[in-house]
C-alpha cells in the first residue's frame, strides 16, 4: 500500500508563487504516473498536471501550462508541482495521486493524498 503525504499549500497574493511537495513511502511499483488535482469549493476535482515515474513524460492542463512545472525525486520519493503567475482561480485543495503509466485521467487514479489547501487572494 502506497501512503502519498502533501504539503506546502498556504495563503498567497495573486501573482506569487508556491511549491507543493508530495512525499510517498510505501509499496512501490516499476511503472506509473504521478499526478496534481485540485477541487475547488462547490466544484468537481479536475486535473491539473502528472508525470511519468522515470520524468520523461509531463501533462498539462491547459489553465495551467507554463505557469506550473510538475518535476519527480525518485532518490526521495516526492513529487513536487511549482506554481508560479497564480490566480484567484487556482485557490483549491490540491491533491497527490498515484495512477498507471500514462494516464492523466482522474478514474484512474486509485491512491490520493488527504490534500493541501491553497488559497489565492486578490
Same mark, same amino acid.
Given at each position: 500500500? +502506497?501512503? @502519498?503525504?502533501?504539503?506546502?499549500?498556504?495563503?498567497?497574493? *495573486?501573482?506569487?508563487? @508556491?511549491? /507543493?511537495?508530495?512525499? *510517498?513511502?510505501?509499496?512501490?511499483?516499476? $511503472?506509473?504516473?504521478?499526478? #496534481?488535482? =485540485?477541487?475547488?469549493?462547490? &466544484? !468537481?476535482?479536475?486535473? +491539473? $498536471?502528472?508525470?511519468? #515515474?522515470?520524468? !520523461?513524460?509531463?501533462?498539462?492542463?491547459?489553465?495551467? &501550462?507554463? =505557469?506550473?512545472?510538475?518535476?519527480?525525486?525518485?532518490?526521495?520519493?516526492?513529487?513536487? /508541482?511549482?506554481?508560479?503567475?497564480? =490566480?484567484?482561480? !487556482?485557490? *483549491?485543495?490540491?491533491?497527490? *495521486? @498515484?495512477?498507471?503509466?500514462?494516464?492523466?485521467? /482522474?478514474? !484512474?487514479?486509485?491512491? #490520493?493524498?488527504?490534500?493541501? /489547501?491553497?488559497? +489565492?487572494?486578490?
Amino acid at each position: 500500500q +502506497v501512503q @502519498l503525504v502533501e504539503s506546502g499549500g498556504g495563503l498567497v497574493q *495573486a501573482g506569487g508563487s @508556491l511549491r /507543493l511537495s508530495c512525499a *510517498a513511502s510505501g509499496r512501490t511499483f516499476s $511503472s506509473y504516473t504521478m499526478g #496534481w488535482f =485540485r477541487q475547488a469549493p462547490g &466544484k !468537481d476535482r479536475e486535473f +491539473v $498536471s502528472a508525470i511519468s #515515474w522515470n520524468g !520523461d513524460n509531463t501533462y498539462y492542463a491547459d489553465s495551467v &501550462k507554463g =505557469r506550473f512545472t510538475i518535476s519527480i525525486d525518485n532518490t526521495n520519493n516526492a513529487v513536487y /508541482l511549482q506554481m508560479h503567475s497564480l =490566480r484567484p482561480e !487556482d485557490t *483549491a485543495v490540491y491533491y497527490c *495521486a @498515484l495512477g498507471p503509466y500514462g494516464s492523466y485521467a /482522474l478514474p !484512474d487514479y486509485g491512491c #490520493w493524498g488527504q490534500g493541501t /489547501l491553497v488559497t +489565492v487572494s486578490e
